[in-house]
């Protein structure tokens, strides 16, 4: 048995010293064409490299054969190796440059088969020290782990390091703080931590590019790197640094500074200082509440290449200094989640390669500046959770490019302006918790790109248009909380990208339409309308949790869980019972009736051209004022040498139509300088079948009296004198007369007496000579002479504006 045991373990070393031989043959063989024994090593190392490296995929190692004897790069970059890094690596001493980066290495930073090598500790110290010429090292691979090894300290003449996006842990070895021919140094997305040597700008005097963001390091940014004035790029981004940041106004080459998400404790005022850095570009503060103060006029001084500027998620206050428009080159400008007060500076408008500009979430109180139609390139614009007012301007028509506009929660007014739908380019719209009327133009079919669309929580009215349909992208669409009425228009089965629609809390009527059954869905909201009929039982309805009916009192259906009561069968129609004259006699009757309401129609119609063409089609530079019922525009007709007021009614808003019928009522039979003139009334339909009701006074050429009252001397910057509102004693005395003389002829001078119900400024109108004339009657009540006083008053109730409603009214 010991003979058998020892005959094996010789015909083992035989086999052995065969391998043996056979690999000196192949040396020999290689090194006929070298004359260095080093060169048959590296040779022997790059073909055992190549079969470590078993999956090659995209065949990068091909052209690697027995002809090449030795190799100073290596670069693996962009495949999609899966191996650990082979141990040949170690011997390849001329190996100037190494690059992994984008594979799916795995393991730690030292060869894999560590066992055939002395031992755990020697391959972490000495391992990488062998490659004594390498100057560049990129192992960029998201798989490496564990401690970076020492061994790299020792590479005297390394030049670039990158170690990023992986899962190293640990401390960065001091050594390597000490290799100052160190140009790159990039450990960015690990979880190492510690702090950085106070001497990094001393032992590291070459360095360009520091990127050390997405660690847990702590500490102090070193002072010293102020002093690297080779240093063009630094990254601190989403680390636990603490106290001040340096100032880092002698580094004439720095391009760009990040240190968003850090713990940084200083006043941003400190920014003054790098207004000497000539050639910064990119400053990146966000997401550190500890920093405070107001940004600093020196701001307009910053490098003239200035063009990307991030102050978010801080306590500074203050307003946008108007310095801001100097950075004349700026791209991207994002002041959200601060507490940053006041107007927008107009010398925004000056920052004509704008396209980002974000200030979510501030104290901003003004109007939209129309100047933000001079950033023709601007592709996202955010003002969502401030306080903005007046009405959006009509000048975001320039920016022909935006793709997002999120003017949400603020306090904007009036409709929503046509113009601002032609650029199709829009991509995320919302309009969302704002004070907007009227109608959705039917221009919003011409957004094809949109994909999020939320006019949610306003007061808009009317019908929801059917050129929505015509939105092929769109995916959200949101119109809860308005003054929506009619039904669910069947455009919108056209939209089959459309996963999330809510039309919840309208005035929305008749039957659930079956199309939304065919839809892709996953919620919807129809909840708080006064919809009728069964609900569908097929697609999204079968989903309890994605829909939501309730406070539609009217619906029924068999889904047991929405908790309807079932539906019952319609009553059979009599039509069967008709004797056959009237069969014949009907549709006759019927034709006759469509001619005329086809007649009539057009005749309405034809008012409705004129009145859309004396506006300038209700366009909103023609808008004299907005008041609960409707809103007031100037016409022109006769060439221009005749002007009128035209009101028209919005009939969706409860007692528009009875306050129609009360303006004609208490301005037919009268006739008075001082009172208003009506000239005609308008009844018809529009162009999409609703009714439509109009008044047409006469022009008052100086508007309403609060605008002389309490006219803003803001607004007066840069008007001429003669733009100017102002009163003397002996108007207002003029005016206050014409005002009585007009309630005095109200109320004695016809036989009913006309109670006017809103007597306030903004319906008192001012002639060409300053002539008072009493206005809007929409509140007025006829009391007839023969009523006993009781029965007078008591038709009347509390009517009228609140500070304006004549005490009488309320005591009795």
């Not at 391959?123 to 090894?149: D, H, Q």
């Not at 046509?418 to 918790?433: A, D, G, K, M, Q």
């Not at 007649?599 to 008041?627: C, D, M, P, V, W």
């Not at 221009?640 to 009360?662: E, Q, R, Y």
Request: glycine fraction near 8%; aromatic fraction near 8%.
């Amino acid at each position: 048995m010991g003979r058998r045991k020892w005959q094996a373990r010789a015909s083992t070393r035989r086999r052995q010293n065969d391998d043996a031989k056979n690999r000196s043959s192949q040396v020999v063989e290689l090194g006929e064409q070298t004359s260095s024994n080093s060169n048959q090593t590296d040779l022997l190392s790059l073909l055992a490299l190549k079969e470590a490296l078993n999956v090659d995929p995209n065949g990068a190692l091909i052209s690697w054969n027995r002809t090449t004897n030795f190799c100073t790069k290596i670069n693996l970059g962009n495949n999609i190796f899966n191996s650990r890094i082979p141990q040949e690596i170690g011997l390849l001493r001329r190996l100037e440059y190494i690059e992994f980066s984008n594979n799916l290495f795995t393991g730690r930073i030292v060869p894999a088969n560590i066992s055939l090598w002395r031992n755990l500790a020697w391959v972490r110290t000495k391992f990488w020290r062998n490659l004594t010429s390498l100057r560049t090292l990129y192992l960029r691979s998201r798989g490496f782990e564990g401690e970076i090894p020492q061994s790299l300290s020792q590479l005297e003449g390394l030049s670039y390091i990158n170690l990023g996006d992986n899962n190293l842990i640990g401390t960065i070895p001091l050594g390597m703080f000490n290799i100052s021919t160190i140009e790159q140094f990039k450990v960015d997305f690990n979880d190492i931590h510690g702090t950085i040597p106070s001497t990094i700008g001393l032992t590291l005097p070459n360095l360009k590019l520091l990127v050390l963001g997405k660690n847990q390091f702590s500490g102090r940014v070193p002072i010293s790197l102020s002093n690297v004035s080779s240093l063009e790029l630094l990254v601190l981004s989403v680390n636990n640094f603490n106290g001040i940041m340096p100032r880092f106004g002698g580094l004439s080459k720095l391009d760009s500074l990040y240190a968003a998400e850090t713990l940084i404790e200083d006043d941003i005022s400190f920014i003054s200082s790098l207004t000497n850095c000539t050639s910064l570009r990119v400053l990146d503060l966000g997401d550190n509440p500890l920093i405070t103060g107001s940004i600093p006029e020196t701001i307009a001084n910053m490098s003239t290449l200035f063009d990307r500027l991030r102050i978010y998620g801080t306590q500074i206050v203050g307003r946008i200094p108007a310095g801001i428009g100097n950075l004349i080159r700026l791209t991207r400008l994002q002041l959200s989640y601060n507490n940053i007060e006041g107007p927008i500076p107009l010398s925004i408008g000056r920052l004509f390669n704008l396209r980002v500009l974000n200030l979510e979430d501030n104290r901003i109180t003004s109007d939209a500046p129309s100047a933000f139609g001079n950033l023709t390139f601007l592709y996202s614009l955010s003002l969502q959770i401030n306080n903005f007012s007046g009405i959006i301007p009509t000048s975001l028509v320039n920016c022909t490019t935006m793709r997002e506009l999120d003017l949400s929660r603020n306090n904007f007014i009036g409709p929503i302006p046509r113009e601002i739908l032609i650029p199709t380019s829009y991509v995320f719209w919302n309009l969302s918790y704002n004070e907007l009327t009227g109608s959705i133009p039917v221009e919003v079919g011409s957004l094809t790109k949109v994909e999020v669309l939320d006019f949610s929580n306003n007061r808009l009215s009317g019908l929801v248009p059917n050129s929505l349909g015509m939105c092929n992208s769109l995916e959200w669409l949101h119109l809860e909380g308005n003054l929506f009425e009619g039904q669910i228009p069947q455009g919108l089965g056209s939209l089959r990208g459309l996963t999330n629609l809510d039309l919840s809390r309208n005035n929305l009527s008749r039957t659930i339409p079956i199309f939304l059954s065919e839809l892709h869905l996953q919620k919807l909201n129809l909840s708080f309308n006064i919809l009728q009929g069964k609900v569908p039982i097929t697609g999204v309805f079968k989903n309890k949790t994605a829909i939501s009916l309730e406070g539609n009192k009217n619906l029924c259906g068999v889904i047991f869980e929405l908790n309807f009561p079932p539906c019952s069968s319609s009553s059979i129609s009599s039509k069967n019972n008709l004797s056959t004259p009237i069969k014949v006699v009907i549709p006759i009757v019927g034709v006759a009736a469509i001619l005329c309401l086809i007649i009539i129609l057009y005749k309405r119609r034809t008012i409705n051209t004129n009145l859309l063409h004396a506006t300038n089609g209700f366009s909103e530079y023609n808008i004299l004022g907005r008041g609960r019922f409707g809103s007031v525009y100037k016409g022109i007709i006769d060439n221009g040498h005749t002007f009128l007021a035209v009101k028209i009614l919005n009939l969706f808003v409860k007692g528009a139509t009875k306050s129609f019928m009360a303006e004609c009522n208490a301005l037919s039979g009268i006739r008075h300088k001082n009172v208003v003139k009506m000239l005609s009334v308008c009844e018809s339909v529009d162009f999409q079948g609703n009714d439509f009701k109009a008044l047409i006074y006469e022009f008052k050429a100086n508007g309403s009296l609060d605008k002389w009252l309490c006219y803003n001397r803001e607004q007066e910057k840069g008007q001429s004198e003669t733009q100017l509102r102002y009163l003397d004693i002996k108007q207002r005395l003029n005016i206050a007369i014409d005002i009585a003389r007009a309630v005095e002829y109200l109320h004695c001078g016809t036989n009913s007496t006309i109670v006017h119900g809103d007597l306030k400024p903004s319906n008192i109108l001012l002639d060409q000579d300053m002539t008072a004339c009493v206005g809007d009657f929409g509140l007025a009540k006829i009391i007839s002479s023969i009523l006993s006083p009781q029965e007078s008053s008591g038709t009347i109730g509390i009517r009228g504006t609140i500070g304006y409603v004549p005490p009488v009214c309320i005591l009795t």
